[in-house]
């Protein structure tokens, strides 16, 4: 089922090459980001390009309900007049976060040190995610939570009226607790530090100083360090969003593996915190480049070319660089099922706890599909058979998860028979252009009952 409405059955089959240039939507993180700081600023934050995915939207309408206005001007130009830090007001109503794990974990963190209280609620999969990891950091600068067994939503916080600044070690690698603590230490006097052992997306890092906040990073022994001096009076700013490249992964991936495909995807941002798929699919021989790399709104971007690469080989992916991943795992491993032997992918035990346990329902999807794969706890193999080899003919469940349901539809594009996914409406959390952005590019697409 679709967490918005009645399930969209969607189905993928082979077609001609894939041609053409591939405009993504805005980056779901930083548009996130750019709401939510916009609404704990002061003055009128521009906003171009941001992604008007269903996450960002409950995004927008819960910074509505903390007191910020918000106006949409069209063709992703949105404003956003901010509360100030610590200004937010509390909501008259539930504050319904959707499937956005991004969204209620931030938001959670935003509204932790103002003296108000808020219940966040979602649809079955954010409900089944894990909530802890955030509350239990934001109960040391004195919040306080009530949800389900197992810290899960529905839940209400009480945020802290004399917040207490935290010195905060995160113990998983998860840029939305890094990111929660971070906004959390906006409005607590003092000096708020988060140290992470591995490096996660650092755009809230970047954003926080390109709104006026004062904040340090160090690379130590303990990992990095960062240091954010509370109470800052933000200032609106404008941000271009840059493009997803979590989002361009899905025909850069199908340019891949579709025989005689040229694909062109422009603008996508390329922090390196992100780009860890792009690296991995070079190492397995991939035909990429980089076209015109630059910087905008203090992020790297580029232009990415993605040509048809039929000797791709299995690799084993550096443990290391799974956070700078986390999200291209799915696509990785239909590439990997069209490349020669074995790709390994180890420290990966986050992907059990994102919209749905990915390593589960990509295995089991793949199975159908004729590719073995092993998997552990944190780890699993995907035997690749070598372009022309994967036979396909099954259908999926995308479990409300839209990367499994974008995954499995790229995998359709070159199996021998075609793939069905039976709910393709979580794609638009992320990517409500996928169909007809791959349709114009060549893909046969389509919802499986017209
Ligand atoms: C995100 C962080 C990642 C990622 C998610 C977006 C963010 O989650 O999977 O899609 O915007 O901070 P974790 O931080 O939990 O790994």
Redesign the pocket.
């Known amino acids: 089922m679709s967490g918005h409405g009645d399930p969209i059955p969607m189905m993928s089959r082979k077609a001609g090459p894939l041609h053409g240039v591939a405009h993504v939507p805005g980056d ?3 548009s ?2 750019s709401l939510i700081l916009g609404a704990l600023s002061v003055g009128e934050t521009r906003i171009t390009g941001l992604l008007e995915g269903q996450d960002v939207l409950d995004t927008a309408r819960a910074m509505r309900a903390f007191g910020a206005e918000l106006a949409d001007h069209g063709g992703g130009e949105w404003s956003v007049h901010g509360v100030g830090t610590g200004g937010f007001a509390e909501p008259e109503q539930v504050i319904d976060c959707g499937n956005s ?2 969204g209620v ?2 938001i959670m963190g935003a509204m932790a040190t103002c003296p108000i209280s808020a219940t966040f609620t979602g649809d079955a999969s954010l409900c089944a995610r894990p909530m802890a ?1 955030v509350t239990d950091p934001l109960a040391l600068f004195g919040a306080r939570a009530h949800g389900r067994r197992g810290g899960r939503l529905p839940m209400t916080i009480t945020g802290a009226a004399d917040p207490v600044p935290v010195r905060y070690v995160v113990p ?8 929660a603590v971070l906004l959390a230490g906006l409005n607590a006097p003092g000096q708020t530090v988060v140290i992470e052992r591995e490096a ?2 650092d ?2 890092e970047r954003m926080l100083v390109g709104f006026g906040a004062e904040l340090t990073v160090e690379d130590t022994d303990e990992g990095r360090v960062i240091t954010l001096t509370g109470q800052p009076e933000l200032r609106a700013q404008d941000i271009v969003v840059p493009r997803d490249p ?1 989002s361009a992964a899905f025909p850069v991936c199908a340019a891949l593996i579709v025989e005689g495909s040229d694909v062109l995807v422009p603008n996508i941002g390329l922090n390196p915190t992100r780009a860890g798929l792009f690296t991995t699919l070079q190492e397995m021989g991939a035909d990429l480049t980089f076209e015109n790399p630059r910087e905008e709104g203090g992020e790297p971007v580029a232009d990415l070319r993605a040509k048809f690469s039929p000797d791709l080989k299995g690799i084993e992916v550096p443990p290391e660089r799974a ?1 700078s991943m ?2 291209e795992y799915p696509v990785l491993s239909v590439v990997a099922a069209f490349a020669e032997g074995p790709t390994v992918m180890r420290g990966v035990r ?1 992907l059990r ?3 749905s346990d990915r390593i589960d329902a990509m295995a089991q999807g793949l199975r159908k599909a004729g590719v073995e794969v092993e998997e552990g706890e944190d780890w699993w193999i995907v035997h690749g058979r070598g372009f022309g080899n994967v036979s396909g003919g099954m259908t999926v469940e995308s479990r409300l998860d839209h990367r499994i349901a974008m995954s499995f539809l790229v995998l359709g594009l070159a199996s021998e028979k075609p793939v069905s996914v039976d709910d393709g409406g979580p794609i638009a959390t ?1 990517f409500p252009v996928f169909e007809p952005l791959m349709a114009a590019l060549g893909a046969r697409v389509e919802r499986a009952n017209h």
């Not at 998983?172 to 990111?179: R, T």
Request: avoid cysteine.
């Open positions: 779901k993180s930083i996130h980001r794990g991004t974990r931030l990891r998983v690698p998860s840029a939305q607790v890094k990111s996660t997306r755009h809230t979590s956070a986390i999200d986050e706890v994102k919209e992320s």
